[in-house]
């Protein structure tokens, strides 16, 4: 952990269901389960310096999921809420989200806005929940919002850039994520932060994420100290 700690670290948590199925559980235990490795790892996070760390909680497509697994998932994160805002303070570490979020449940949004106030003032590190979040939804919307102003003459077409576009997406008060990791084994970014990981690094392990411990975390990190990110230069 001596060298390089990449600043933002953004994590595709997969592999709870699966986890879930291969001990004879359903898939909600291994939701539940699996909210002990978000612990471990954020905690780990703050330990060793990461300043971001993005975590991939509910995407647009997972509404197509049974309704009773879905709403078991937004009663858990409810619950999880309120049952960490303590720890996130006492790791100062601040509460953010991305996506769609009135598109959540109202209890849901009610919670994460509760849990975003009560640790506003934090500032050690910022967790952020991607929630009712796709990446091609944010582009989109950001898309949408930069023709109104250029419909408006707020903004003139010549002036738009890339930058222009990362200042209109959910993440613009983000940087970029250095390191990307998905656990279980798949190897797709699945429609998460697809313009802000244009470089980053991508970490892909085996392990289901409720067995991911602080251990993998440190692989994962040392992995990305041991590339030579080049950004296309020599």
Known sequence: MEKKIPQHISV???????????????RVFG???????????????AEVGVKYLTLYAFSTENWGRPS?????LMGLLVETLKA?????????????????????????????????????????????????????WD????VRRIAEECNSGALDYSEITADTISQYLS???IPDPELVIRS????RLS?????????????????????FTKAHLHEAIASFQNRDRRFGKV
């Open 191 to 211: 429609n998460f932060l697809l313009w802000e990981s244009a470089y980053s690094e991508f970490y892909f392990t085996p392990v289901y994420w409720p067995d």
């Open 84 to 136: 960490e805002i303590a720890t996130l303070n006492k790791n100062n570490i601040r509460l953010k989200a991305i996506g769609d979020l009135t598109g959540l449940p109202p209890k849901t949004y009610k919670a994460l806005l509760q849990g975003m106030e009560d640790t506003a003032a934090n500032n050690h590190m910022t967790l952020v929940l991607a929630l009712n979040y796709s990446s091609r």
């Open 184 to 187: 279980s084994g798949e190897q």
């Open 139 to 142: 582009i989109t919307n950001a």
């Open 31 to 45: 939701h539940r389960n699996g909210v002990k490795a978000v612990r471990e790892i954020t905690e780990a996070c």
């Open 12 to 26: 595709i948590m997969d592999g709870n269901g699966r986890w879930a199925k291969e001990k004879g559980k359903a």
């Open 68 to 72: 009773f697994e879905v709403n078991a």
């Open 171 to 173: 993440t613009a008060d």
